[in-house]
């Protein structure tokens, strides 16, 4: 009777046994990368918009404050965008004639919204709101980034529940005075240790809770 | 047996579905939706709508709430975001927005509108006043009065002697 087995099979059973356990783990981790590289996460690739918008300009040479356009931050779970008029308290005397103001100065005359293309956009299962992170020591630069240089607005951080959760954990080095939430030039100082274990009871966090399920998906 | 490879290959296409929950069919609180003809999905109230709290709103209007150092700095605040960009952070009329071709405003310090009521600050904040627009949807009552007290109090900075700041000589060096 001719041998079942030929003197290769035993290599290749063990190369197979390997391969059923390694594959699926490479894969599963190559899946991973690509999930939460900025090339998936869109992170640090402007977006463009109907009229090139320049936080540069406004907020880096004018030094307009955030709130002057997003007024709802403080109050609601959305920052909000302005509307044709906030552009026009400006815009009506300045740079009147610009073409790259035509779509402002139509969407007033038409009573249209200006349709921006968003830069960031959670999955609609995420519950986030804006007003408890500004009123709990988290500042607009510490998700958004620095928009003071950017001439069109881009993400700097990836928006993964794994981001979120790495602050939720241990929001202490996050958290900054009052008085700094909108500054977007804001860094922690050489003492923000101490400085911040002092915020966190200031602003009374309990961090307990805070990576429950049910804080973001509700 | 052919039944299970019929089922086994449905589930196969049914897992390789989008049956993500990330775009859920619902209309966001700043999306657009095209059954309107603005495109918005947000809907304006019609004209003459009177809302529950508008009572209250006008309340407020009215009265001016007492002038404590907390409605003050609270007036500061709301003064550098939303009028120091033309008014300039002192009340000159000089702001950024100013130095780059907007219309100079009148400064606060010149003889008439340090004589104006307050009721007129107040009311150029809701009603806007020439080239200058309304404020109203962005500054609610209270914060209205508020810059009204912070301006008062940048009027008076302004004209004040040693005499009215009895500690300031020593600090003076």
């Keep these: 009777m001719a041998q079942i087995f030929s003197p290769r099979a035993t290599t290749i059973a063990v190369i197979v046994l390997v391969a059923l356990v390694s594959v699926p783990v490479v894969l599963i981790a190559y899946i991973y990368q690509v999930h939460s590289s900025p090339y998936a996460t869109h992170v640090g690739i402007p977006v463009a918009q109907p009229i090139p918008f320049s936080h540069a300009h406004h907020v880096g040479d004018v030094g307009l404050d955030c709130r002057y356009c997003h007024t709802g931050v403080e109050t609601s779970a959305f920052a909000g965008l302005p509307p044709t008029s906030t552009c026009m308290t400006c815009h009506s005397q300045l740079w009147t004639n610009a073409a790259m103001l035509a779509p402002v100065r139509e969407s007033l005359a038409k009573g249209k919204p200006i349709r921006w293309n968003r830069v960031h956009d959670l999955p609609d299962y995420v519950y986030f709101d804006h007003s408890v992170h500004i009123a709990n020591g988290v500042g607009c630069s510490s998700c958004h980034g620095d928009v003071s240089k950017m001439p069109l607005t881009r993400k700097v951080k990836p928006l993964t529940m794994g981001w979120c959760l790495s602050c939720h954990e241990n929001p202490a080095p996050h958290l900054r005075p009052q008085a700094e939430i909108f500054n977007p030039h804001w860094k922690p100082g050489p003492d923000h240790e101490k400085e911040g274990r002092m915020l966190m009871a200031h602003y009374g966090i309990d961090k307990d809770h805070l990576t429950d399920c049910s804080v973001c998906h509700r | ?173």
């Design chain 2, 1 to 173: 047996m052919k039944a299970a490879v019929l089922a086994g290959l449905a589930a196969l296409a049914l897992a390789g579905c989008d049956v993500s929950m990330t775009d859920q069919p619902r209309l966001d609180t700043y999306g657009s939706s095209d059954i309107w003809p603005d495109g918005a999905a947000a809907r304006r109230p019609p004209a003459g709508t009177v809302s529950q709290s508008d009572p209250a709103w006008e309340k407020a209007m009215k009265r001016p709430p007492a002038v404590t150092t907390a409605l003050i700095e609270r007036g500061h605040e709301r003064y550098d975001i939303y009028c120091a960009p033309c008014h300039g952070a002192s009340g000159h009329g000089d702001g950024m927005v100013v130095r780059r071709g907007f219309p100079s405003p009148p400064s606060y310090h010149s003889a008439r509108l340090r004589a104006a009521p307050a009721q007129h600050f107040f009311d150029v904040i809701t009603n806007g006043y020439g080239v200058m627009y309304s404020y109203a949807s962005r500054v609610p009552p209270r914060d209205r009065w508020a810059i009204v007290a912070y301006i008062r109090a940048l009027q008076l900075s302004q004209h004040a002697s040693l005499a009215d700041v009895p500690d300031a000589r020593e600090q003076l060096p």
